[in-house]
């Protein structure tokens, strides 16, 4: 299960280890459950850290059937949920002026969640959450999850 859940009282940071990505899967997933409708998470982490991984776990909460992929070469996948929609975002090949991609379109939205690997993005109304996702060793992740 969800290993290390560490929170600190003075702001609304959560760290945690995970040893598999079963443990990712589960900690994205109690994270979602604070989700709401037009809510942003940033991804940040090296290649292969689990970002998608995580985002699979927010779309298992959120009650999406279909398969999560990463968007790296269609930059964004909508995805239907039970409880909410999930835009999935990967702005890793993303230069420049985004606006003519009508991103932020998306993040108007507040039938759904915004989760961006490799943000570009300059500004963002509502909630922000970041969530940066660390190797610690083989098959370790350390994931910091800030409001």
């Keep these: ?3 290390n859940g ?4 003075y ?7 995970t040893k598999s990505a079963e443990e990712t899967l589960s900690v994205a997933e109690a994270f979602a459950e604070k989700l709401k409708g037009g809510d942003v998470v940033l991804l940040s982490g090296e290649l ?3 970002k998608t991984t995580f985002t699979k776990g927010v779309a298992r909460f959120l009650g999406v059937k279909d398969v999560v992929t990463s968007p790296t070469f269609t930059i964004v ?3 239907e949920g039970e409880k909410l929609n999930l835009f999935h975002m990967d ?3 993303v230069s420049g002026d985004t606006i003519d991609l009508g991103l932020e379109d998306y993040l108007e939205r507040k039938d759904g969640v915004t989760v961006i690997e490799w943000n570009c993005l ?4 509502g909630r922000v959450f970041e969530v940066a996702i660390s190797y610690a060793g083989e098959g370790v992740r350390l994931i910091d999850i800030k409001e």
């Design 48 to 50: 292969g850290a689990g």
């Design 77 to 79: 996948k909508e995805y």
């Design 6 to 9: 560490i929170k600190n009282k």
């Design 11 to 17: 702001n609304q940071n959560m760290k945690y280890v």
């Design 91 to 93: 702005l890793y090949r």
């Design 122 to 125: 300059p500004a963002f109304s």
């Design 1 to 3: 299960m969800i290993a």
